[in-house]
């Protein structure tokens, strides 16, 4: 298979370019070579998105295209340079309307109204997945063949955001460990490794369709607890609720002074619980996320510039104490 992957150089994009070379594709890397560099054995096409797309990649045929683009306009351009070939377009679960109704997913969950334009979002976050969803729709309208993934939470090594990052790290060291939320909250994720194994997968079988890229809804303290073990750790849970962590002035989600895989309830209910069978039976892959945090782990460990999000120990102490204080 000829597989032109558009970036190639940073976390899933990357790690789709790897697992398509290990099976013996063809691949280029189309993108400006900024953040990165695209896998061995992966040919690197020079692209600046806000430009023309090159001679080259209108000449050259391809089997299948992979994008994880955000803005419109870079979709569109890419689209209309080829739209022969089949189109994997990575999206969100960030566009769908709904974020507390459970076992949500597509078909069955409204999606946001679509803007076409390309937006800034270091000022305007809530853009994100309305021009994902546009970004949908230009894949649609464009391509012979196409398959739209929503991913949720990516996790694993080589996360550029540091949010799932801070469990592997924190739990390590040990000790009494702050829990957000309730252990009975749902959550969700999917190792990068998985889901690019499943890209390339549907790339292989020009598979169609639109599906959530996630792995089974599962607790967040089993989850937690699988963590652990993926680090060998020895911990002490404290659960606090939420409205002791709003109160502390903790940021949900990720962020310096977060707790990464705590989002409010039941505002986001439906946010970590879709129904991953759809992308199970369509072969989605799932490692247990014991073997997510110990490869995490290590990936940390043998890279020096790895982000790690989420508050420090100091702070943790701190609203752990106060959390103790008010039990008195």
Known sequence: MKLLVLGGTVFLSKAVAEEAVRRGHEVTCACRGESGTAPAGARHLTWDRDQAPPGQIASEQYDAVVDVARHPSRVRSAVAALPEAHWIFVSTINVYEDSETTGGGPGRTPLREPITDDVDLSGDMEAYGPMKVACEQIVQAGAATSMVIRPGLIVGPGDPSGRFTYWPVRLAEGGEVLAPGSPHDLNQIIDVRDLAAWIVDSAEQKRSGVFDGIGPATPIGDLLAACAEGVDADVTWTWVDQEFLAESGVAPWMGPDSIPLWLPRPEHDGTESHDA?????????????????RDTLAWVRATPDAKVSGIDRTREREILDAWHAREV
């Open 277 to 293: 069978q759809p992308s199970m039976d369509a072969g989605m892959p799932y490692r247990s996320p014991t073997e997510t945090t």
